[in-house]
């Protein structure tokens, strides 16, 4: 599975778009982006995933570029429930049984 | 939408003695199922995938005769760390793929935290 690069912390204000970007330069043509988050002391929460089109639902919206080396996560009007760790990760080949490999994430902090 | 199950959800235990932690898949079949460990300020570390009828599969440097894992369901599997000591106190959580496909996202379950006195 690829690697990801994620900047360890951001800020971000209420009520204010947070985008948060993720480096994954060595994706292969059949692995997906996926998004979690974790708030303390809890489970991972999935948030969105996408190969190389745009996608959005009701949290969130991925942008991924052209060349799919890279993408965004935006959360279009962060609360202050939305302070979490954000994990970024590269999925997708089948012999891999399918299984998810966190790094270290970024620590998105909301504040009013 | 996928719920994943875990019991207890915290647990303290001597050491020496067995602890076994449950994980379902409430709303939805899941012939994999993938445990994970979590210390504090640590990311997420996969330590084994569950397989239904089958032996597990463990990572790399994990204890499969500490560790064991059952998966006798498609809705459940199960954890049990025997002979604890201090050292396996840590976030146990576990996490179920949803769908068929091989992309479909991996919900996880609200983690157990093991502490051993």
């Known amino acids: 599975d690829a690697k990801t690069t994620q900047p360890t912390s951001m800020d971000c204000a209420e009520g204010r778009a947070a985008n948060l970007p993720c480096n994954h330069s060595?994706?292969?043509?059949?692995?997906?982006v996926y998004w979690y988050r974790q708030i303390h002391s809890q489970g991972p929460q999935y948030i969105i995933h996408g190969l190389k089109n745009n996608e959005t639902n009701e949290m969130a919206s991925l942008i991924i570029t052209e060349d799919r080396k890279s993408s965004t996560l935006i959360l279009p009007h962060a609360t202050l429930r939305d302070t979490a760790v954000y994990y970024c990760?590269?999925?997708?080949?089948?012999?891999?049984?399918?299984?998810?490999?966190f790094g270290a994430g970024t620590i998105l902090r909301v504040k009013s | 939408g996928a719920v994943v199950s875990q019991h207890p959800s915290w647990v303290i235990c001597k050491s020496g003695t067995s602890v076994k932690i449950e994980c379902r898949s409430l709303d939805f079949q899941a012939t994999t199922m993938f445990w994970y460990r979590q210390f504090p300020k640590q990311s997420l570390m996969l330590m084994a995938t569950?397989?239904?009828?089958?032996?597990?599969?463990?990572e790399q440097g994990v204890e499969k005769d500490k560790f064991l894992i059952n998966h006798a369901s498609l809705t459940l599997s199960t954890l049990t760390v025997t002979s604890a000591h201090p050292e396996d106190s840590s976030f146990y959580i576990c996490?179920?793929?949803?769908?068929?496909?091989?992309?479909?996202?991996?919900?996880f379950g609200n983690g157990t935290r093991l502490t051993v006195t």
């Open positions: 569950s397989n239904e009828g089958s032996k597990a599969t463990y």
């Open positions: 060595t994706i292969s043509g059949n692995e997906y």
């Open positions: 990760i590269v999925r997708g080949n089948m012999e891999y049984g399918n299984k998810l490999v």
């Open positions: 996490s179920a793929r949803a769908g068929f496909l091989y992309n479909s996202p991996l919900h």
